[in-house]
């Protein structure tokens, strides 16, 4: 199939001539494209011709291609990557695979991406660590949409070259009109996405021409192989020019005379005696000495795994990001970001989740969504959530500020991913776009009168006390009961419940699950103000979802979110039905009703669980009372 | 081997024995050890006395250096390896002053699992799959280090580096979780666990030729020696003790021959060799048209084998 002189012979790494110019580099590249375009066969041709197949892989391969095979009775390359059994039964590229080859010149790590737009999460890991993309087109088709999907996609996740792989041209004739026609139309259409190079070429995955080999039926084409092409592609993002990130990983403590700082540096030079900054506190301090096993070094680069040690007792822990001092990074609690969302259940505005940026994780929501973004035409649509793989501009708030740079101006630290809460499964991803709202600006007016001095003339302390549970299982009967004792004894209080936020703060919003998280939000914000003003408040609401909860939970410190499950089961709610909503639910003619229609969530660890007995609400609102006692916010 | 001469420690000295490439596998490395130790409750690093391992233990000694391992080693023994490897672990734990875990499936010991009359699936099920979630479970780890590669089979080509294990190990190949830029995602719920792979991106070239410029000990079994070996069905076996009987016809000769990779020694085939030194085991390597686990016998088992032994616990 291919003569092994074209095949690359081993050069050992020589270190005695220390000849750092010619020494071998690292690339990271992804291959996009649809199995129809041969994309998996062009990696199998890569491994192949740079003789990276064993023998015994081959066999194992001759046995596949009689089995699975599409190639007739040749090899059928792609087998040799389509790693898992579903993948190679269905003839499909479902999930990143990780692929190795090298030249003398250049190492090269690809991650072949799967090419259908239901997998646009996973091509977008496999181009989050890659510096180039190959982006693969059938000579036949010429650029389709799935061609601008992954352009864009590539565009939004950093990716700087491309290489746009015009596949199949044995089957146009090797057609150097074709080619050039395809690579006017792309070239046309990418202008916008801004990527400092584009090369193209024509080849033939199957045949080997200007894959590694350079073919002898194209001679209008002079431009380098695709092998050429990879060993000398610039690929250099001047991280060592950028401003100094050093996120701090892991505090290295063996005992009393070291105090380490390790960590990756992620951009610039660190050098011993750089005044450092630790971005969210500003504290300030000079590095002392970079650390390594080898021994001390005198400076730290990009991509160095090192421990910092600094000349003053400055408090540090892991997800501080270190600086230098005279360029930092923003500091800011909102910012605006473009998130590819990768769970199969929709963002939800307003929901609670964890957000992982450098080394720091931080609760932060998605308080708006702008937009979201058509990957086919890159079309903006308005919408009220993400799902899976969509792509949508939102703006984020966390919970304490956090030091950032624009994703555009530094990959590092200007990615981070949200986690849901419960589940702990990675839910999106977000690169950022610029900060809001700069932390250090917000000057809270200094009060006279605070929630101690408050709490010291009411007598009692502030409390959300949260009733949740299903539609009529009690909860504002409970409370309704609770608040006239409350108030007997003289204690501040206010109900908040549907009838009263809904007619008038919550008018604009419905029942979705994105609306009924918003709602939540609101209340929680207002029942925040009330605790401040040092009242008790009431709090009467289904709020079928955990997260929800524990959002308004953190709004408030630890003590004073009084969580009450008024555990009613369902049989007995649509007995009781009290305003006649499960009649009308069960008749179709209310949607997305609690316990229905729509999920209710119970509490894992309420501080109180009221369940329906033969003493009635007064008996609950006795356990209430006695439980508010207990944890002494009243006497 | 052992001594590193004054030249050796010269930072600079040793900072260019390695190519860019080395450098960054040897950054990114200890990048997702310092993670696993700062996010984890209680990790161990696997220990298979391999080259693998010796990388991997290697890179995290450097990672916490002036400190000490923040988590034990784990070896899950199943009786079956080579003598020297076991000489050699010991050796190892003692002179890094490590704390070294040994476990072995004492069930299956006593229900007298072997791979020579049990087979090579069932032993390595109950003695190294089994054994590996007994001893995970028992320690109550919730993270482990292992040392394997997407470059060595196809289905650990997809496998990411922090891998999700369900309660009770499970692997599900379709719900893992995406791993974007290195913000991997390090929380789990209770009973749940993670694999971590920080070698995922090296080859074995890579692994070759950083363990020669780092001078990380290795196996002796790696190097061609005159060893006593037996032929079955076309491979070469080291008869390591008396417990593997000889069938009709078999007879022990000496050969020049060294392991590839080293496993439970029945179940492990040498290769004839006369690569004594590092350099002459890489040009070997690149010169030789089989891969790695081919001496493997238990990747033959079954098709998509490995797949099969990964969703059922197996590293």
């Known amino acids: 199939m291919t003569d092994t002189s074209e095949r690359f012979a081993y050069v050992p790494e020589d270190a005695a001539t220390g000849a750092r110019a010619g020494e071998k580099t690292l690339l990271r590249f992804l291959t996009c494209g649809s199995v129809d375009d041969g994309k998996s066969t062009l990696i199998g041709r890569l491994l192949y011709d740079t003789q990276l197949i064993h023998d015994d892989q081959l066999a194992a391969l001759e046995r596949d291609s009689r089995k699975h095979g599409t190639t007739g009775d040749e090899l059928d390359l792609a087998l040799l990557v389509d790693g898992l059994q579903a993948e190679r039964e269905q003839g499909i590229t479902i999930d990143v695979a990780y692929r190795f080859f090298a030249t003398p010149r250049r190492a090269f790590i690809v991650a072949d991406t799967p090419g259908h737009e239901q997998y646009t999460r996973n091509m977008a890991t496999g181009a989050s660590n890659a510096q180039a993309a190959v982006i693969l087109i059938d000579a036949r088709k010429g650029v389709l949409t799935q061609t601008r999907r992954h352009s864009f996609i590539c565009a939004l996740l950093g990716i700087r070259h491309v290489v746009l792989a015009i ?41 080997g021409d200007n894959v590694v080999r350079r073919s002898e039926c194209m001679s209008w084409y002079e431009g380098p192989t695709l092998i050429e092409q990879l060993e000398t592609l610039d690929v250099s993002e001047g991280l060592d020019e950028k401003p100094l990130r050093f996120p701090v990983q892991w505090v290295n403590r063996p005992n009393a005379d070291f105090r380490g700082f390790a960590g990756t540096v992620a951009s610039g030079i660190v050098r011993p005696g750089d005044p450092v900054v630790v971005a969210v506190s500003g504290r300030e301090t000079r590095v002392e000495r970079i650390v390594t096993a080898d021994g001390d070094l005198a400076e730290a680069h990009a991509g160095d795994a090192v421990t910092l040690t600094l000349s003053d007792e400055v408090d540090i822990a ?42 720091r994780y931080v609760p932060a929501r998605i308080t708006s969504l702008k937009h979201k973004v058509d990957v086919n035409t890159l079309e ?256 | 081997m052992d001594d590193i001469s004054a030249r050796e420690r010269d930072p600079h000295h040793r900072r260019a024995r390695l190519s860019a490439h080395l450098r960054r596998l040897e950054s990114e490395s200890i990048g997702i050890i310092r993670e696993v130790a700062a996010e984890f409750r209680n990790p161990v690093m696997l220990y298979s006395i391999g080259k ?41 734990a003692a002179r890094h002053g490590l704390k070294l875990l040994v476990y072995t499936n004492a069930e299956g010991v006593a229900r007298g699992i072997n791979p020579i009359s049990s087979g090579s699936q069932l032993h390595t099920q109950v003695m190294k799959t089994e054994a590996l979630k007994q001893a995970l479970d028992r320690w109550q780890f919730d993270a482990a280090f292992g040392g394997a590669r997407r470059d060595e089979e196809q289905s650990r080509a997809k496998e990411r580096v922090f891998s999700f294990r369900s309660p009770g190990h499970v692997w599900d190949p379709r719900n893992q979780r995406p791993e974007l830029w290195n913000l991997y995602n390090t929380r789990i719920n209770p009973g749940e666990t993670i694999r971590v792979f920080p070698l995922s991106n090296w080859t074995e070239l890579d692994v070759w030729e950083y363990t020669r410029a780092e001078q990380i000990p290795v196996v002796p079994l790696y190097f061609a020696a005159p060893r006593p070996v037996i032929e079955r069905d076309g491979q070469l076996i080291m008869r390591d003790d008396e417990r593997m009987p000889l069938k009709p016809g078999e007879q022990t000769q000496v050969r020049s021959v060294r392991f590839r990779s080293l496993g439970c020694y029945p179940l492990t085939a040498a290769q004839e060799s006369d690569a004594t030194t590092i350099e002459q085991i890489i040009a070997e390597m690149l010169r030789m048209r089989t891969s790695e686990r081919s001496g493997r016998l238990i990747d033959n088992d079954e098709a998509a084998s490995m797949e099969k032994k990964k969703r059922d616990g197996y590293f």
Not at chain 1, 541 to 562: D, H, K, N, T
Not at chain 1, 595 to 623: F, H, K, M, W
Not at chain 2, 61 to 73: E, I, S, V
């Open chain 1, 318 to 359: 892991r997800g501080d990001l270190l600086a230098h001092a005279q360029a930092r990074p923003e500091v800011v609690d909102q910012f605006a970001a473009q998130v590819l969302w990768m769970l199969e259940e929709p963002m939800l505005p307003g929901r609670s989740y964890l957000l992982r940026i450098g080394t």
């Open chain 1, 167 to 207: 596949n199949k041209i044995d089957l146009v004739e090797y057609s150097g009109e074709r080619f050039h026609h395809i690579v006017a139309e792309y070239l046309g259409f990418a202008a916008a996405l801004k990527f400092a190079s584009i090369a193209s070429i024509p080849l033939s995955a199957r045949y």
């Open chain 2, 52 to 92: 693998d391992s010796g990388v991997m233990l290697h890179l995290a000694l450097k990672a916490f250096y002036p400190g000490k391992l923040p988590f034990p080693l784990l070896h899950i023994d199943t009786t079956w390896k080579f003598r020297e490897m076991i000489r050699f672990r010991d050796e190892i």
């Open chain 1, 380 to 635: 903006h649509i308005a919408a009220k959530t993400l799902g899976l793989n969509e792509i949508g501009v939102c703006n984020l708030a966390t919970t304490s500020p956090v030091a950032l740079d624009a994703y555009a101006d530094n990959r590092a630290t200007g990615a981070f991913v949200l986690i849901d809460r419960f589940t702990h499964a990675t839910a999106a991803a977000g690169m950022i776009s610029f900060g809001l709202r700069r932390a250090t600006n917000i000057h809270r007016q200094a009060l006279l009168v605070d929630k101690a001095a408050r709490m010291r003339l009411n007598g009692h302390r502030p409390a959300i006390l949260w009733f949740t549970g299903l539609s009529g299982s009690g909860k504002s009967t409970v409370a309704n009961i609770v608040e006239r004792e409350l108030h007997a004894h003289g204690a501040h209080t206010y109900m908040l419940d549907g009838d009263n936020v809904r007619h008038g703060l919550n008018r604009d919003l419905g029942f979705t699950d994105a609306d009924r998280v918003e709602n939540i939000r609101r209340v929680g914000e207002v029942a925040k103000l009330f605790v401040d003003a040092g009242a008790i408040v009431l709090c009467s609401f289904i709020s079928p979802f955990r997260a929800e909860r524990r959002m308004v939970r953190e709004l408030v410190e630890s003590g004073e979110f009084i969580e009450i499950f008024c555990d009613t089961p369902l049989d007995e709610c649509r007995r009781r039905d009290p305003k006649g909503l499960y009649a009308r639910a069960l008749a179709g003619k209310i949607r997305n009703f609690t316990g229905i229609d729509s999920p209710y969530e119970p509490p894992e660890n309420p501080e109180l669980v009221l369940t329906p007995g033969p003493l009635g609400p007064e008996e609950g609102a006795r356990q209430v009372l006695e439980a508010l006692r207990a944890r002494h916010i009243i006497v």
